[in-house]
């Protein structure tokens, strides 16, 4: 097959072409809408990450697709019901990043807990002083997962290790692993209104997007922080930037913001086409963007919870396993719509 490979740098391209020596491997350093028309239109595979959009009109620039093989676990950037219409399978990569993301968690809440990013930015302006830098312990607190899968269950592992309760609310529960985990199953609000850390693992898509709105914070405990390394538009930011702003939490670390392609590139909401319409209805939330990244208690990475040599290895390894499987007619990690 000839496989165009996207997001792609060069030692992943390196990679792709030693393991898939059987086949036709084109990289391309950009996302999919990067890409100028016209190129490589004869592949039939593509291996986006998760810059990449694949729409219905992006998929009609490849009229000999066969298999989309995004390299990460959520594939909600593919028209799965498009690449169904075509015949075109999808797979993901499901379990590369269980304990990559779920360290990045705690990351995020031991960054905000004890203040570190002020407390560095103090002391490289010479202040080397503890006022004003005080935060507070993990331990006997509560920590509530939105989302119990592999990665979710990972983070409460380490939660207990940190010696908090654990609480999950998950439309599957499972009560065996409850058992194993010593974590207890609740409903969202239950989790909420007792959780001093809620932490979210839950899949994007029009079910879950805005789960965590004005009346979902509202009910938050009163000074609880927010951790979301999940997807950015699963939280309503305009909310979230009022309930910090009025003090009603203590704080956020975000991984994910619902508008990363504009706050890349801002210019994009000016050029033509379906995503620059789409962008227009943003702007509210880009601006809440920028209040949470100005914000002294919020922490913000830029999308990298998966980001560790270690995890990307894996992600090239199985996408690798997942096309050669699908030449050899035994598809696997199929997506379905």
Request: glycine share 8%; hydrophobic share 50%.
């Amino acid at each position: 097959m000839k496989i165009l490979v996207l997001e792609c740098e060069d030692w992943e391209q390196r990679a792709f072409v030693a393991r898939l020596a059987e086949h036709d491997v084109f990289c391309a350093p950009g996302p999919l809408d990067a890409l100028p028309a016209g190129v490589h239109a004869d592949a039939q595979a593509l291996c986006p990450f998760v810059r990449s959009r694949v729409t219905a009109s992006a998929l009609a620039r490849w009229p000999a697709l066969r298999l989309v093989s995004t390299r990460s676990t959520g594939f909600d950037h593919i028209d799965l019901a498009a690449c169904d219409a075509r015949g075109i399978v999808v797979c993901n990569v499901p379990d590369y990043g269980d304990r990559t993301v779920a360290e990045h968690t705690f990351a995020l809440l031991l960054a905000v807990s004890r203040r570190l990013v002020e407390a560095v930015e103090s002391t490289r302006r010479g202040a080397f002083a503890a006022e004003g830098l005080r935060g507070f312990d993990l331990a006997g607190r509560t920590m509530g997962i939105i989302g119990a899968g592999r990665i979710g269950r990972r983070v409460i592992a380490i939660a207990r290790g940190f010696g908090m309760e654990a609480l999950a609310c998950d439309p599957a529960p499972d009560a065996a692993i409850a058992r194993a985990s010593g974590f207890a199953y609740v409903g969202l609000d239950d989790l909420l209104a007792r959780a001093d850390v809620v932490s979210l693992h839950a899949p994007g898509g029009e079910s879950t997007r805005g789960m965590i709105g004005r009346a979902q914070l509202a009910r938050m405990k009163p000074g609880a922080v927010l951790i979301n390394t999940a997807r950015g538009d699963l939280v309503d930011v305009s909310a979230l930037a009022d309930a910090l702003n009025a003090g009603r939490l203590r704080g956020a670390g975000l991984d994910v913001l619902p508008n990363e392609p504009l706050l890349r590139d801002e210019a994009e909401i000016f050029r033509a086409g379906e995503a620059a319409q789409a962008h227009a209805a943003d702007l509210r939330g880009l601006l809440a963007s920028h209040v949470l990244l100005q914000m002294p208690n919020v922490v913000v990475t830029p999308h990298i919870a998966y980001n560790t040599a270690d995890a990307m290895a894996r992600i090239v390894e199985a996408t690798a396993e997942n096309v050669r499987a699908f030449a050899r007619g035994a598809p696997r990690n199929v997506v379905r719509a």
